[in-house]
């Protein structure tokens, strides 16, 4: 993990299309402005997760219905969690 220090009104670029800028620092919290390209997603890390157990369990009910076995550790191991037999 990359660790950078900011002041409010700096900015980071990443990949020459995303521009990172903190907007205001008050106490623990940090409010963040992000410009980037319209065909790239963002999306905060818990909703992310959420669609990706989402994807998994649909993907395991589909290979349980059409009894297909089907290999999702590939999603399990970016979540942390043991695939499921």
Partial sequence: MLYLT??????VVINDAIEVTVVEVRGRAVK?????????????KEIHEKILRE??????????????????????????EKPKT
């Fill in 6 to 11: 900011r002041k409010a009104g700096q900015t």
């Fill in 55 to 80: 994807n998994i369990e649909a993907a395991r009910a589909g290979a349980a219905l059409a009894d297909v076995d089907l290999d999702t550790s590939g999603l399990s191991a970016r979540l942390g």
């Fill in 32 to 44: 963040l402005g992000f410009t980037f390209p319209s065909e790239a997603t963002v999306l905060r």
